[in-house]
């Protein structure tokens, strides 16, 4: 019996968004006003069926999917881009890899004590997100 992820989750820090965002190419204006964001996540996880709600005040982020099956995602609202992600158990980590133009993009999820973490990649950059219960 893999971890459960489920519960609303809201960001307590966020090492390096800015690189992530830069690599990702989102324009300056939308930069300023991301990083001011302390999003929230609502995550609903049955088995390996995962649904993962990103919300803030400025944008929200709606992704669902099945670990081990490849889906086409769109990132609309955040780079737009279209890409190949597939999300698979690392041991009890969720590691998704995002297959496109951008290299060596994905994230990974795990939880550590009573935190949520998510590291982002995208390129040469990381960012690093912690989430706290709501
Ligand atoms: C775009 C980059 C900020 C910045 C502009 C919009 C949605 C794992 C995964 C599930 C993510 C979060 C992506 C954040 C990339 C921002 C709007 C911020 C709120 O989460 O949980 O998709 O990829």
């Not at 989102?26 to 001011?36: H, L, P, S, V, W």
């Not at 996880?45 to 982020?61: A, E, K, L, N, P």
């Not at 994230?107 to 040469?124: S, Y």
């Amino acid at each position: 019996m893999p971890v459960d992820f489920s519960g609303t989750w809201n960001l307590v820090s966020n090492d390096n968004f800015e690189g992530y965002m830069v690599a990702l190419g989102i324009d300056f204006a939308t930069r300023k006003i991301a990083k001011m964001l302390k999003p929230q996540k609502v995550i609903k996880q049955d088995g390996d069926s995962f649904y993962i709600h990103t919300t803030s005040t400025f944008r929200d982020y709606l992704l669902e999917f099945k670990v081990g099956e490849e889906f086409e995602e769109d990132n609309k609202g955040l780079d737009n881009r279209k890409c190949k992600s597939l999300v698979t158990w690392q041991n009890d980590k969720l590691v998704c890899v995002q297959t496109g133009e951008k290299k060596n993009r994905g994230w990974t999820h795990w939880l550590e004590g009573d935190d949520l973490h998510l590291e982002l990649r995208c390129e040469n950059q990381v960012c690093k997100q912690v989430f706290k219960r709501a």
